[in-house]
Nanobody, 119 residues
Framework: VQLQACGGGLVQARGSLRLSCAAS?????LGWFRQAPGKEREFVGA????????VYANSVKGRFTISRDNAKITVYLQMNSLKPEDTAVYYC????????????????WGQGTQVTVSS
């Protein structure tokens, strides 16, 4: 499964961005992770492709929303009320079996897209 993420950019605090991730094949779930400079990669959220169940990190809950388009095998990460601490490289990943929150469970990774939130 190949993953192509896009939509990153520079935005002011309290602004919004929408990331998208297109997959070349089927997966049970697609997730988003992020990695800020000097920090470990952290889970952001994920969605099951069949039922649309979602899970979010506490740090983004209520601000970020994940949705999917099964016909396009694409997931979206709508990010609202962005904060400077959301600045990171955002990665999408595919889980072949289920919804997961641990990066080591994910089987395929896309290239990252940079999100920068200015204060």
């Amino acid at each position: 499964v190949q993953l192509q993420a896009c939509g990153g950019g520079l935005v002011q605090a309290r602004g919004s961005l929408r990331l998208s991730c297109a997959a070349s094949g089927r997966a049970a779930a697609l997730g988003w992770f992020r990695q800020a400079p000097g920090k470990e990669r952290e889970f952001v959220g994920a969605i099951t492709m069949r039922g649309g169940s979602t899970v979010y990190a506490n740090s983004v809950k209520g601000r970020f929303t994940i949705s999917r388009d099964n016909a396009k095998i694409t997931v979206y990460l709508q990010m609202n009320s962005l904060k400077p601490e959301d600045t990171a490289v955002y990665y999408c990943a595919a889980h072949l079996l289920r919804l997961g929150v641990n990066s080591y469970d994910y089987n395929y990774w896309g290239q990252g897209t940079q999100v920068t939130v200015s204060s």
